[in-house]
């Protein structure tokens, strides 16, 4: 398996002007090279610049710029590699017929992140530290830089990053071969059906609850934000309020990201099958589209975009992407089977009857079916359901 490990870094007064230095400087080798591949289509001949052709230009670059010699070659490369990957995702998105979004360029506050593609190639990640407690990572042009590492490392360290989140930096670490950690068979199967009232509801008839994170701090946030509204721009008090804006953004994050892996934590550690539906939340949080009026020329109709908007909120609060990631990724490290199954009509179904029907839902809480009268919290039901869709698609997989 592969996993990624994040550790917090406890980097000198010195080495984070360093770390500040090293982003600066591969955010202007990001810029530079897309400046070129800017310039080039924009030229009549429409010379073509690629990956391969801007790699071979770096050694003249280190050559000339003492600022981007003092770096890593293999990471500069990466940032080389992250413009051809957002440039691909564009021409993706063209032959696809989607909203294509050319690649921007970035600004001091949209690259914090620099990685290195191999361990020991401009950085070392010490697996066996004489004292685990001293934990250290060395970065070419920054030292050796201390480590809070709070778990251990398994399998074999593969590329490293490090980013910044405001004020902290962190190492994050991929590794590949890492072994899994079965857990002994329990003989039970679970359905789950994610929702905004409660985070899961389960086949069991349990409701994980949800916090609403982002609705207790609002609060908080919408005056941080206000106070920041305020503030001239590039004044030193303005940076300190959307410091303050952004700390409270992360505080919820954590606090979301937290409670998905204990809700995971727990339905892996009690059940052998877990059933859920195959959710696209990024399209389910989409705003809704625009209705032209047909009798008023460039005026709309209604199209229900302030009540979405709610839901969105509420969806993207929940967390749903963050708690199915979190899921997956501890299932297959205990050697449990996560089944997706197609939510279709899962919350109008009878799970007793099977009549799918609009109106077996008379809200949003409560399941009344109107063909054989069976009763039930909705949420259960429609985890019920889930579980059924996929014990038949394990049974259809297996023959």
């Given at each position: ?12 007064a ?5 770390l500040?230095a090293?982003?600066?400087d591969h ?21 073509t610049?690629r ?6 230009q ?14 890593s070659f ?14 691909a995702?564009f ?27 191999a ?14 407690k001293t ?5 070419q ?7 809070h ?15 910044r ?40 008839g ?19 934000q206000?106070d ?28 979301r ?5 204990k ?36 005026a709309f109709l ?8 709610g ?13 199915l ?10 050697g ?13 179904r ?28 909705a ?21």
């Open positions: 398996m592969r996993r990624s490990y994040k550790f917090l870094l406890r980097p000198t010195h080495q984070q002007i360093a500040t090293m982003l600066d955010r202007a080798l990001y810029n530079a090279a897309l400046q070129e591949r800017r310039d080039a289509y924009r030229h009549p001949s429409k010379t610049v990956y391969g052709g801007q790699s071979a770096l050694k003249d670059i280190r050559g000339f710029d003492a600022d981007q010699a003092r770096w293999s990471s500069q490369q990466a940032t080389l590699r992250r413009l051809n990957l957002a440039f995702a021409f993706r998105r063209v032959k696809a017929g989607e909203t294509p979004g050319y690649p921007r360029f970035k600004g001091a506050g949209w690259f914090d992140t620099v990685t290195w593609p361990n020991g190639d401009g950085c070392l990640w010490d697996s066996q530290p004489e004292n685990p934990m250290f990572v060395r970065l042009g920054v030292g050796h830089v201390k480590v590492q709070h778990r251990p490392v398994a399998g074999r360290v593969k590329t490293l990053s490090v980013r989140e405001g004020a902290r930096w962190y190492l994050v670490l991929s590794c590949d071969d890492v072994p899994a950690e079965p857990l002994e068979p329990t003989g039970a199967v679970v359905g789950v059906d994610l929702g905004v009232a409660s985070l899961a509801s389960t086949s069991n349990e409701h994980y609850g949800n916090p609403r994170f982002l609705e207790r701090a609002a609060g908080r946030l919408a005056n941080a206000r920041l509204a305020r503030k001239k721009r590039g004044s030193k008090r303005r940076r300190k309020a959307a410091t303050r804006v952004a700390n409270q953004s992360r505080a919820v994050a954590r606090q990201v937290d409670l998905a892996n809700t995971a934590r727990e339905l892996v550690a009690d059940h052998d099958l877990i059933a859920v539906e195959k959710l696209n939340v990024k399209g389910m949080v989409r705003r809704a589209k625009p209705k032209p009026d047909p009798d008023q020329p460039g209604p199209n229900g975009q302030a009540a979405k908007s839901l969105n909120r509420s969806i993207l609060d929940a967390g749903w992407g963050v708690f990631n979190a899921l997956r990724a501890k299932a297959e490290s205990a449990r089977v996560v089944v997706e199954v197609n939510p279709r009509h899962t919350s109008q009878c799970a007793e009857c099977g009549h799918v029907a609009p109106e077996n839902r008379p809200s949003q809480a409560t399941f009344r079916c109107v063909e054989c009268g069976h009763a039930a919290h949420d259960v039901n429609a985890a019920i359901n889930i579980l059924g869709a996929g014990l038949a698609l394990q049974v259809a997989q297996a023959s």
